[in-house]
């Protein structure tokens, strides 16, 4: 299993940035995938999740209107887009996924497997 997030970088506040997070195929139907950032001495937060079988979402209160997780057509690529980015989003954002649920959460604990995080900074 490779769990591969991508698209982290420097973004002035007000910017945008979209995070990719890669999956070598799953043999199960029915699994989730979030989207977590740790900030430096924070505590790792759920910021966004998608089922693979529904296509729910569930958001933040913190990305709700500002950010957007979606999935290419195959369903091996899941995009995290964050819009109007501000210098309290500055954190290592990871992707996860859960598998065997038909729906997601935004409970780390949850999370079956985790791939490496990327990188995000906002300069004010």
């Known amino acids: 299993l490779q769990l591969q997030a991508s698209g982290g970088g420097l973004v002035q506040a007000g910017g945008s940035l979209r995070l990719s997070c890669a999956h070598s195929e799953f043999t199960l139907d029915y699994y989730a995938i979030g989207w977590f950032r740790q900030a430096p001495g924070k505590e790792r937060e759920g910021v966004s999740c998608?089922?693979?079988?529904?296509?729910?979402?569930d958001y933040a209160d913190s990305a709700k209107g500002r950010f957007a997780i979606s999935r290419d057509n195959a369903g091996n690529t899941f995009y995290l887009q964050m819009n109007n980015l501000k210098p309290e989003d500055t954190a290592i954002y990871y992707c996860a996924v859960e598998f065997s649920v038909a729906s997601c959460s935004l409970w780390s604990d949850e999370y079956d497997y985790w791939g490496q995080g990327t990188l995000v900074t906002v300069s004010s």
């Open positions: 998608i089922s693979s079988s529904s296509g729910s979402t």
